[in-house]
């Protein structure tokens, strides 16, 4: 069966990313591609790598042009997709790539976003450990995915084994985070700037404002962490793409190096896209960029008493795109690698 697919925001980098991987698909034919203020222009023009899509004119964002298609991807600023989604009731899935459906809670909607609070959907990270199982398996049955933020899931990947198994304790995690721009999407922004961030690395959202905080705590919370606690700080580092995380949680009393490393293989061992690092090593971003693969090492920090856990993702891949594609396999119960690729680009 080939599934028809609608991609809104189309002319930004997630959109971009979206399409991408969409187009070595097999069982997807995209159909439609929107923007807003792009409408009416060739999608090429927007996205010049994207050659086997160049017959696709960008499309007026609307609900009446998203219906119709087996699949929709909303690919929109934070706070914009809300107002689509109830009006695609008859599409059978739905996968949004903002925030409007990722938080459980409208408190945390409320002090980190603003504005209409929207039900949560299945969130789209299948190898998330929840309440002893995988997120994927509400991904199976899912007809409304939130895609994850990719800070927010490169830290709750991170960390939600040692929660789960009850080797470090959440309240007291410390997560520094060196981040590509293009997590900021393609709208033109003075701090993005090359000549602002060449050369340079900026932090922002310091001090607890991050809006991927409650996210964060969100599924560690679902991982078992009763009281969660988290100094998080991002920090724009010149390349376009990546993330390198580097979190930190103290050791629960009694534990064995041995239990804590096998927190981690226990969680990931039979996965294909999070591969834990032998001992001793640890991520480059450049390892991961184009694939949808995570890679964690992991180091027990005894003078400190803390675990030490370092993430490198693409934050349009694994971070954003790839996710969402990986739990639409899922959810349509095509083989969950479909069109994803575990291989890096390098140099």
Known sequence: MTYSVAVSGASGYAGGEILRLLAGHPDIEIRTVTAHSNAGQPLIQHQPHLRSLAHLTLQDTTPEILAG???????????????????????????DAGADHRLTSRDSWDAFYGGDFHEPWAYGVPELLVNGGKQRDALRTATRIAAPGCNASTVSLSLTPGVAAGVIDPSDIVA????????????????????????????YAVGGTHRHIPEIQQALRVAGADDVRISFTPVLVPMA?????????????????????????????????????PEGQFPRTADVIGANTALIGLAIDRAAGRVTVV?????????????????????????????????????
Do not use: C
């Not at 934070?78 to 009731?89: I, K, M, N």
């Not at 927190?263 to 591969?275: L, Q, R, S």
């Open 241 to 277: 793409r990546g993330i390198l995380a580097t979190s930190t949680a103290p050791i629960v009393d009694g534990v064995s190096d041995a239990e804590i490393r096998a927190a981690w293989e226990n969680a990931y061992g039979d996965e294909t896209f999070v591969h834990l690092l």
């Open 311 to 347: 993430t490198a993702v693409d934050n349009l891949v694994k971070g954003t795109a790839g996710a969402a594609i990986q739990s639409m396999n899922l959810a349509l119960g095509l083989p969950e690698d479909r069109a994803l690729s575990l291989n890096g680009v390098a140099p």
């Open 69 to 95: 298609h087996d699949i929709v991807f909303l690919a929109l600023p934070h706070g914009q997709s809300g107002q689509y989604t109830d009006a695609l009731e008859d599409v059978p899935l739905v996968i």
């Open 176 to 203: 520094v985070l060196a981040v590509g721009p293009s997590g900021a999407g393609k709208s033109l922004k003075t701090n993005l700037l090359a000549s602002e961030i060449l050369g340079s690395a900026n932090p």
